[in-house]
């Protein structure tokens, strides 16, 4: 029998435990506090629904489950991988929600201001950063159109994220419409331009000859890989200069209007800015995107955007949806790595001999807990020793049974 966990997923010790559920507090508080409820939905879903998610990369990366029985055995007989599976693990938590809004659209209100905080699932190659079982922690709103979906949802994740300790991070957006009609107008064709979004998204890691060569590769046309080219050279990439090359002038004006709102809300503690090279790998985003950077870490701590049509895909018409994920693992593993302790309730040790009444001592346990999370222990011999490992393990106080002594740790008698 093996005693570690599988490639990709992890155990978690108590003090880790600790401050994920101080992390995931915060969050939920903050979410709670802005009206958002909090709904669950199951890990496993079906598989036509899983491969008509657009999902991007994340469509090979989902766990799929063999059939079972009689069925497994028919799916054998008959051959082809995908007669073998008829559901798989979740790889996020929008097209979940967007089946059970679907399902249960009667009885929710309008707008819908959902919580999820729970565990998914993605096939990854394991490595620092990517867990092939992870927690996610989203907030959506759901039968809004306007713009204030996308500015309340981007408040309400700043100030989770505050609350949770982070300072000096930017709020990055773009609009996916107004890169596709940019690149559209300088001649890419209509049905490259997911593929060529995805390699403009590459832009600050590869630069702009990164980005020429990989459209080269994919043998787009020259005069708009030139055009694209000349773009690039042309200086800072401002929002008034991308608008130049977008026929709608509604998409600027409401990407102006978000940022300028959010600049006010935010009042200095936190930036946004125009990124127009944003686009996020998954398919199903279809106007504003949004990341979190902070210039301390690598990579993004948030992410998301508004996805109009997954919820259309269910019931045949469309509802306006939109979404913002916290990047709960990354957020904790930062924490991790400054050795940042959760604030915690003092820890009390209540210690009993073998001869005492249990019933009496959890009684007594129960009286200390106004003031102390209590833990109860039978008393060793070598006292001493019993009261160092007390303290080693995070306890501040040890009491006793048989009086009504406390012991304060890590203090010398008479400090």
Known sequence: MKINPLKGMKDYLPEEMQLRDYVQGKILEIYRQSGFERIA???????ENLDKSDGGDN???????????????AALAEGGEKALSDMGLRYDLT????????????????????IQTDRVFR???????????????D????????QNAEIELIDVTARALMAIGFADFTVNINDRRMLRSMLSSMGFAQESLDSVCVTFDKLDKIGPEGVRSELTEKECPEAAVKA???????????????????????LSDGLTRIIDTVRVLADGKYGIEYAPSLVRGQGYYTGAVFEVTCPAFSGAIAGGG????????????????????????????ILMEERFKAPAPKKLALLYRDEADFAQVLQKAQRLRGEYNVTVLPQQKKLGKQLGSLEAAGFSAAAFFDNEDIKVLGKKDGE
């Open 228 to 250: 694209l080219m000349d773009f690039l050279s042309g200086g800072d990439f401002t929002l008034d200069r991308v608008a130049e090359y977008v026929s709608d002038k509604s």
């Open 139 to 146: 907030i959506d709103i759901l039968g809004d159109e306007s």
């Open 59 to 73: 469509l090979n990366l989902i766990f799929k489950v063999l059939k079972r029985g009689e069925k497994l055995d």
């Open 41 to 47: 939905t199951p890990m496993l879903e079906d598989m």
């Open 123 to 137: 096939a990854e190659r394991p490595q620092k950063g990517r867990m092939r079982e992870f927690v996610q922690c």
């Open 95 to 114: 097209l979940p929600l967007s089946r059970y809004y679907a399902a249960n659209r009667a009885s929710l209100p309008v707008p819908f201001k959902v």
């Open 306 to 333: 508004r996805y109009d049509h997954m919820i259309g895909k269910f019931i045949g018409q469309e509802v306006p949806a939109v979404g913002f994920s916290i990047g709960f693992e990354r957020i904790c593993g």
